[in-house]
């Protein structure tokens, strides 16, 4: 009965490829995040959805897509990839529509990405 | 300069002492705040949420939150082993979207 859950757990791959990963909520939560943890551990919001819609793109390349087919579901696809997108990669959720203030946000186990 | 700082540590404490992290945020209109955990490898665990000035006590943990000063602290009383960690102090404005910011984390080692 995970919360939110992403896979793969661990992805390897080379320079150039395009890669996916996908995450589910089971919380009935409306936003969904994207976050990216670099070696030094700082986590650093990059898409957020609420309910489908695009709310949050902090300047990622434009190879990082995300897409949601419905609100439980936010997948992130990388087209080619490069050493730098190395990461863990973490999906998030919280409860309520934007501008909901008190509410938490809840984390995947994290996909680390390893681009060699 | 970064919505939300924190010490990087490592914050060394023995067993059963009180270990005290520390968090200060920049956007003076954030609503909401947040300390997290997280072990190696594993992911961001939600360990204490505070929405008003003052203190907030779970069990061994209590977060403090003073506004006008804009700083967020986590105690942690009778630390044990089990407690070493990264913490990470996390910041949500609210308002048109809630956008949760995190600082770099406090590494905290507890001593048996």
């Known amino acids: 009965d995970t919360a939110v859950s992403q896979t793969p757990k661990y992805l390897v791959t080379q320079m150039g490829n395009d890669k996916s990963i996908k995450c589910e909520q089971n919380?009935?939560?409306?936003?969904m995040y994207w976050y990216k943890q670099d070696s030094k551990k700082f986590l650093k919001i990059m898409f957020s959805?609420?309910?489908?819609?695009?709310?949050i793109n902090e300047t990622v390349p434009n190879r990082f897509s995300p897409k949601s087919p419905d609100k439980a579901h936010l997948n992130l696809h990388i087209n080619s990839l490069e050493l730098g997108d190395s990461a863990v990669y973490f999906c998030?959720?919280?409860?309520?529509?934007?501008?909901?203030?008190?509410?938490?946000?809840?984390f995947g186990q994290g996909t680390r990405l390893t681009v060699v | 300069q970064k919505e939300v700082e924190q010490n990087s540590g490592p914050l060394s404490v023995p067993e059963g002492a009180i270990a005290s992290l520390n968090c200060t945020y920049s956007d003076r209109v954030s609503q909401s705040f947040f300390w997290y955990r997280q072990y190696s490898g594993k992911s961001p665990e939600l360990i204490m949420s505070i929405y008003s000035n003052g203190d907030k006590e779970d069990g061994r943990f209590t977060a403090q939150l003073n506004k006008a000063s804009q700083y967020v602290s986590l105690l942690i009383r009778d630390s044990q082993p089990s407690d070493s960690a990264t913490y990470l102090c996390a910041v949500n404005r609210g308002y048109n979207f809630n956008k949760f910011y995190f600082g770099s984390g406090t590494k905290l080692n507890v001593k048996p």
């Open positions: 998030a959720s919280s409860h309520g529509p934007a501008g909901t203030a008190n509410t938490e946000a809840f």
């Open positions: 919380l009935g939560h409306d936003t």
């Open positions: 959805y609420n309910n489908k819609e695009l709310i």
